[in-house]
């Protein structure tokens, strides 16, 4: 792997011209880079609109503390404890490192390739094939952006479970309540949304302060716990095998628990998303992730093993009132209230500056997506605020709906939590279209615009790895921790993740009958239907995938090949009613296991809006999916 290469002669010669130029009219290295990185962005088709704040330093420093590798092995501890064990913790945490690195590794070059903000999506669109990149493309971009988000929500979300894991570990009259855990979980993201904003001026600078809390309270973290607990065998802790979780199988017992190992190593690609902040991004962004990678990784093994050295009685610390048997460790450790209380703050700490990262990339790729006008109000949202010089509105976006999210949790911490394994299906996916075409390029006669940054021989092996772990990863991730399954603790993510790759429209018509005859009971109406279809579809020309429901039945031909079951609902007061009745009887005639529910006095999306009044039992339709979702997911489990 070559962390430093010419690429090809054209580079060469571009760059010799830009410096050639620049030296007339600049007497400053730092201008003449930033003017060569606008320069090469030009090349790419897009206009310099960000100020590049970032340096070597800081960028490594934001791509660790995005990771926080070691913080996510102590929170998520239990994961791997309950199913696999501390055995599994040790050699699940090796085969992530492996497989984790050579996704950093094929990720970073393409980074060199093609350093813009829009990383996944920008990449497909330049190697699939001329045919299929606009589809494949968009497909990357709204995978990648939904990944985004729902990885910089768990971050808050860990935060704010932490503290109340410290109100219940501290105040013994207190009770955890879901909306408790809402409301942290919204004062983070407020304060993440202001240090992106307001503080953006020394937003590198907080972040390199944030990397110095994560090293230096590595030390802090691990010194008492190893020096103080009740020591364990080294038998325990490499060879002790647990399967709490119920499965018969050891083996499938132990790729779920890989989600704890797996965890200290998402999101890597948030770095990429920062490239147009960057000096000298296609050789610092690719650069940075690596050492970024290889300093988390050493720290995540130092933690592993160092926690697992200290974890004492197993039962106790899985059985504890706080939710995380971290706290329940320090305790044991020290006997102090006080001195378990500070650790835990500085651990929940990191969550919080993980937080701020994972903020500033997600909005980055939001306003990637707007600026390519792929994206809902692409014209509202592409803007750059020019006292900041940042997309603001973006990043409130994000913060905005990620702040809705947490709405489920009152509802359902289950369906909340969810979001972990959901953060990893997303992210992996993501990389997973990407690098399937740079290995297929690879091998094929079209030449592969590299930058800077090249794997050189190893970059067939390093893709083809990244390919086969990501494709284990998301076959465990979507299972759910325990045997038997219960709608409690069932694993939505594979759900919600699936249902956010289908399109959410069926049909843009509403001259139905029923629009007219429930157009006072709906919560929705044509009006406002014909305004959300013109930005969803923002521009493109009507298919059979942004309009299924007036696909013929010729393309529905074969579906019974691919899906066993369908379920098909709807409210008798929709003003869709109609349109949803006609196709469930289309597809009754083409599947031949097709279940149509049409609920008296039920109105548009009433099971998902529900949750929020805790009236969930008053919904046919909600009742319906639940057990047919278990029932479902559950089959032959």
């Not at 001026?201 to 994560?214: G, R």
């Not at 939505?492 to 139905?512: H, K, N, Q």
């Not at 006072?520 to 020309?541: C, M, R």
Request: hydrophobic letters at 45%; a positive charge; glycine letters at 8%.
């Amino acid at each position: 792997m070559a962390l430093r290469d010419e690429g090809s002669p054209r580079d060469i010669e571009l760059r010799e011209r830009a410096f050639a130029k620049l030296s007339r009219t600049s007497n400053s290295s730092e201008d003449q880079t930033q003017d060569i990185d606008a320069r090469r962005l030009a090349l790419l088709g897009k206009k310099q609109r960000l100020q590049r704040r970032f340096g070597r330093v800081s960028l490594v420093a934001f791509s660790t503390t995005l990771l926080a590798s070691w913080e996510s092995i102590a929170c998520l501890l239990q994961d791997g404890l309950i199913n696999g064990g501390p055995a599994a913790l040790i050699y699940g945490l090796v085969f992530s490192f492996a497989g984790s690195l050579a996704t950093c590794a094929s990720l970073a070059e393409m980074t060199s390739m093609l350093p813009t903000s829009a990383g996944q999506y920008h990449w497909v669109a330049e190697l699939a094939p001329i045919r299929y990149a606009k589809s494949l493309s968009y497909t990357a971009g709204m995978v990648t952006g939904f990944a985004r988000l729902s990885i910089a929500a768990s971050a808050a979300y860990v935060a704010a479970t932490e503290i109340q894991g410290l109100l219940v570990f501290n105040i013994g009259s207190y009770v955890s309540q879901n909306w408790h855990g809402t409301f942290i979980y919204w004062g983070i993201l407020t304060v993440a949304a202001l240090v992106n904003i307001l503080g953006i001026k020394f937003f590198p600078h907080i972040e390199t302060l944030a990397f110095i809390h994560h090293v230096c309270f590595f030390f802090v973290f691990l010194v008492p716990l190893v020096y103080l607990s009740p020591r364990s065998t080294a038998s325990f802790v490499f060879a002790n095998f647990e399967n709490v979780g119920g499965w018969k199988s050891n083996g499938v017992s132990w790729g779920i628990g890989l989600l704890a190992s797996a965890w200290a190593f998402v999101g890597i690609d948030g770095t990429s998303h920062m490239s147009e902040e960057v000096r000298n991004s296609e050789n610092v962004v690719p650069q940075s992730m690596v050492i970024a990678f290889f300093i988390s990784g050493a720290m995540a093994f130092g933690a592993s093993i160092g926690i697992l050295f200290s974890v004492g009685d197993l039962k106790t610390i899985l059985n504890t009132s706080t939710n995380y048997p971290i706290i329940q460790m320090f305790y044991t450790a020290t006997q102090s209230k006080g001195a378990t209380t500070a650790i835990i703050s500085g651990l929940m700490l990191t969550s919080v500056f993980s937080t701020f990262g994972l903020l500033a990339s997600a909005s980055r790729l939001t306003w990637a997506l707007a600026r390519d006008n792929t994206f809902p109000l692409s014209n509202y949202f592409k803007h750059v605020d020019k006292g900041y010089v940042i997309p603001v509105r973006s990043i409130l976006l994000i913060t905005i709906v990620s702040g809705l999210l947490g709405l489920i949790n009152i509802w359902s911490t289950t369906a909340f939590t969810a979001m972990t394994s959901l953060s990893l299906i997303g992210q992996y996916t993501s990389y997973l279209l990407p690098i399937s075409l740079m290995a297929i390029r690879r091998t094929g006669k079209k030449v592969v615009p590299y930058g800077p940054f090249r794997l050189g021989r190893w970059g067939l092996f390093l893709n083809l790895t990244s390919v086969a772990y990501t494709a284990v990863l998301i076959i465990f991730m979507v299972l759910p921790p325990y045997q038997p399954v219960t709608v409690k603790n069932m694993n939505y993510a594979g759900v919600v993740f699936g249902a956010a790759l289908i399109s959410p429209w069926g049909s843009f018509d509403t001259s139905a009958p029923s629009f007219e005859r429930n157009r006072y009971n709906d919560s929705v109406n044509a009006p406002i239907l014909q305004k959300w279809s013109v930005y969803f579809t923002n521009g493109a020309e009507a298919d059979n995938y942004n309009q299924p429901f007036n696909a013929s039945d010729a393309w529905w031909k074969g579906l019974d090949g691919v899906v066993d079951q369908m379920l098909v609902t709807a409210g008798t007061d929709e003003v869709l009613l109609d349109v949803i009745a006609r196709f469930a009887k289309r597809m009754e005639a083409i599947h031949p296991e097709v279940r149509t529910l049409l609920a008296p006095k039920e109105f548009h999306d009433q099971p998902f809006v529900e949750p929020a009044d805790n009236n969930e039992e008053r919904s046919q339709q909600g009742k319906l999916l639940k057990t047919w979702l278990v029932a479902r997911m559950t089959k032959g489990l």
